[in-house]
């Protein structure tokens, strides 16, 4: 067996091909713990601070354990970000607006992403994927596409449904452009004042304050006109 070189415990090229690094993911106790272990490190400290050595230490196990399921402490932090685009995912496309109000399924889909994107765990993503994009920028591209990427494509969908039932009409807008401009309605004061205020969350009230906002004027923009009591 091949022994791991020691400059590999702290500090591993930044110029490492992550497409090339995919882990396969493996059902055993201790690649799952590794990979638990790397969430928690990796989301307290941040990529730079981070080391093999403390994700080694969390999780209990081996050195050779850590590098038998990931080479290098760049293909751990790849796993990491992309497990937690796809939580963030999971929650959001539960809800569909088959037989549904449109004030209550743009309001559910509201609620759902705003409480993914304010949650800890996912504020620490951002803030990792901001600092960290320009030494990884193909990672920075893949948590756009499987996270506010794949958002947009969902909310998307969800506009189509709705248009399909007559309730909704956006003029020469595109649709994507519809779905862009919802989402970052919802997303962008909440997010930025939890970003720069991490140590006062806002209240639930407050929350549904910016979501009842934001579903009110996407409404009043682009529900059918003919349908509507103005």
């Not at 685009?85 to 209550?104: D, L, N, S």
């Not at 609620?111 to 994927?129: G, M």
């Not at 595109?174 to 140590?199: K, S, W, Y």
Request: with cysteine; aromatic share 8%; hydrophobic share 45%.
């Amino acid at each position: 067996m091949k022994t791991s070189t020691p400059h590999t415990t702290t500090s591993e090229p930044a110029g490492t091909d992550l497409q090339s690094e995919r882990a396969v993911p493996i059902p055993s106790e201790k690649a799952r713990a590794v990979l638990a272990a790397a969430r928690v490190v990796f989301l307290a400290n941040g990529f730079s601070v981070a080391t093999t050595d403390m994700i080694q230490r969390a999780a209990g196990v081996s050195k050779s354990t850590v590098y038998a399921h990931y080479p290098n402490k760049e293909a751990l932090f790849k796993a990491v970000i992309e497990a937690e685009c796809r939580q963030f995912m999971a929650g959001v496309r539960e809800h569909k607006a088959a037989g549904r109000e449109i004030r209550r399924v743009l309001t559910d889909v509201a609620k759902t992403f705003l409480d993914l994107i304010l949650a800890p765990n996912i504020l620490a993503v951002y803030r990792i994927i901001v600092s960290e994009g320009p030494r990884f920028p193909e990672l920075a591209q893949r948590f756009y596409a499987e996270g506010p990427g794949a958002m947009n494509a969902f909310v998307t969908q969800t506009l189509e449904e709705l248009m399909a039932r007559g309730e909704l009409d956006f003029g020469g807008l595109g649709i994507d452009a519809a779905a862009t401009l919802f989402v970052n309605m919802v997303r962008g004061e909440p997010q930025m004042q939890c970003l720069t205020h991490p140590d006062s969350p806002p209240s639930s009230v407050q929350r549904d304050k910016w979501i009842q906002e934001a579903v009110t004027t996407f409404l009043r923009a682009f529900e059918k006109r003919a349908e509507v009591d103005r």
